[in-house]
């Protein structure tokens, strides 16, 4: 057991600040050089760590170098929208490899064939830029909007993703693709991304609002996700408010994402858009446009400060992390805005900070637990 404790310790180590030489890794780990030549010898024997040149830019000999092996491990994350997916794949270290887009329209069939043949040609396409077969992949997150129910394994709070809400939804992925396949709800993988590399580095408690074409949360507390009983928590996009009609399952508008009422009538990108027209003219037809408008800025900031306050009132966090589209346009104006209107409130007044995260979140959310997932697996060596 000492013996896996020391390779894993030396295994995270590689990961986070990348090429180590054997003395310093026995620095780091407290380990005699010879307890650390033999860990080295025996990881690299595993396959685990390889050799990559030498220390340069030292007096004295030149010590040689070891890193991850980034081929022990592969790993695919996607990203579920209503237009498609998202697909990536990357090696152990974290390197994307390969990443392809699949639009819904290019899968034809029944219901369920259509999702799991949408999701394996991601897949397929996303590893043929990287150059490999699915044999080489350890396993898949796939991020979605909604969330599977742990009591009956279907999505739930995504009735605009009428193709995904098959019984055995998560079945039928990992069978498709031949590996094991986590389904995690997309904004909890946006927080993952804020948390490892984002504006939440170093909070524990924090919540990541998603104010996008839909409005979500991810709660994060004690440094951990909180889901829920049946895997709704942070569904604030129903949260009702006043200004808004209320958001009833069964409705001729059941199919949009905002479901027809709620927050997400009031802070989603098509209301932003709706403001635009109101306050501006019929020729606003994206959010940037519409937030463009200091009356548009004015109203979204006090609507999302309402939002906003009743979710500070119920969890009191740290840090509230704004992302998603309509964040993104309105920018540092917005936030300042926001954080205006917090002024005077009888309430806890928590950081308020916007993404500045490259790339796609919920992605960069899914690679980070994907590789999580894959190095706890791979680095098991006791």
């Known amino acids: 057991m000492l013996r896996a404790m020391n390779d894993r310790a030396a295994l995270d180590l590689l990961v986070s600040r990348g090429p180590l030489t054997r003395t310093r890794i026995g620095e780091l780990t407290g380990l005699s050089k010879p307890t650390a030549s033999q860990l080295l010898a025996r990881l690299a024997a595993a396959g685990l760590v390889r050799t ?28 579920v ?34 999702t799991a043949g949408l999701v394996a040609r991601a897949v397929d396409e996303a590893l043929a830029e990287a150059g490999l077969e699915r044999e080489r992949l350890h396993g898949a997150v796939i991020g979605t909007p909604g969330a599977l129910d742990p009591r009956t394994g279907r999505l739930r709070y995504a009735p605009h993703l009428p193709d995904w809400h098959a019984r055995a939804l998560k079945e039928e992925l990992a069978e498709a693709l031949g590996m094991p396949v986590t389904l995690e709800n997309d904004v909890n993988l946006a ?39 049946t895997g709704g928590a942070g569904e604030i996009g129903y949260m009702p408010l006043p200004g808004a009609p209320l958001s009833r399952g069964g409705t001729r508008d059941a199919a949009r ?32 446009e519409a937030l463009a408008l200091d009356a548009v800025r004015a109203e979204v900031a006090r609507r999302l400060a309402t939002g906003l306050a009743a979710v500070v009132a119920v969890v009191d966090p740290q840090l509230i992390v704004l992302s998603g589209e309509v964040a993104r346009a309105g ?22 900070r916007l993404s500045h995260l490259d790339g796609n979140p919920i992605l960069l959310g899914a690679l980070r637990t994907a590789l999580t997932a ?5 680095f098991h060596t006791g």
Not at 263 to 287: C, M, N, W
Request: glycine share 16%.
């Open 257 to 288: 994402p905002d479901a027809g009422g709620g927050f997400q009538r009031l802070v989603g990108a098509p209301g932003v858009i709706e403001l635009g027209r109101k306050y501006g003219s019929s020729d606003v037809r994206t959010v940037a």
């Open 81 to 114: 929208d209503q237009l498609g997916v998202t697909a990536a794949v990357a090696d152990l270290t974290g390197q994307v490899l390969g990443e392809a887009r699949v639009g819904s329209a290019a899968i034809g069939g029944d219901a369920p064939d259509r």
């Open 374 to 378: 894959a190095r706890d697996a791979v």
């Open 52 to 79: 990559t040149g030498n220390e340069t830019g030292r007096p004295g000999p030149s010590a040689q170098l070891y890193e991850i092996n980034p081929a022990a491990a592969h790993v695919a994350a996607l990203a």
């Open 191 to 229: 927080a993952v991304a804020e948390q490892h590399d984002g504006a939440a580095q170093g909070f524990d408690d924090f919540v990541l609002v998603w104010a996008d074409k839909g409005v979500g949360a991810a709660l994060v507390l004690g440094g951990r996700l909180l889901r829920g009983a």
């Open 331 to 352: 920018g540092e104006a917005l936030r300042t805005l926001i954080e205006e209107e917090f002024t005077g409130l009888a309430l806890p007044r928590p950081a308020l």
